[in-house]
């Protein structure tokens, strides 16, 4: 149903008809961490997150998986090689 609370003329899965389903009601406003992604809308009442309700929950355990302003690094670890099953690849 489209948003009737805080972000306005919105699609949001939390509307009824009763109003929004949302714990207290409402959307919650990003927070620092959020500035830069591109998943963020501004509204007349302020910041949103368009991918959650409350950006702060994603942050609590670490990184955002929805953010699209961080690049995930990926480390390769090399393969510790037992030498003696090397060799005897290597004699084949």
Do not use: Q
């Not at 007349?44 to 309700?53: D, K």
């Amino acid at each position: 149903m489209i948003c009737t609370t805080i972000r306005k003329g919105v699609e949001c899965p939390f509307m009824t008809a009763k109003g929004c389903a949302y714990t207290g009601g409402v959307c919650r406003e990003i927070i620092e961490k959020c500035n830069g992604c591109d998943r963020t809308i501004e509204f007349p009442t302020g910041w949103f997150c368009s991918a959650s309700p409350e950006p702060a929950v994603k942050w609590k355990t670490g990184n955002c998986n929805m953010a699209t302003h961080i690049v995930a690094v990926v480390t390769e670890t090399k393969a510790k090689v037992n030498p003696l099953k090397a060799s005897k690849r290597a004699s084949k």
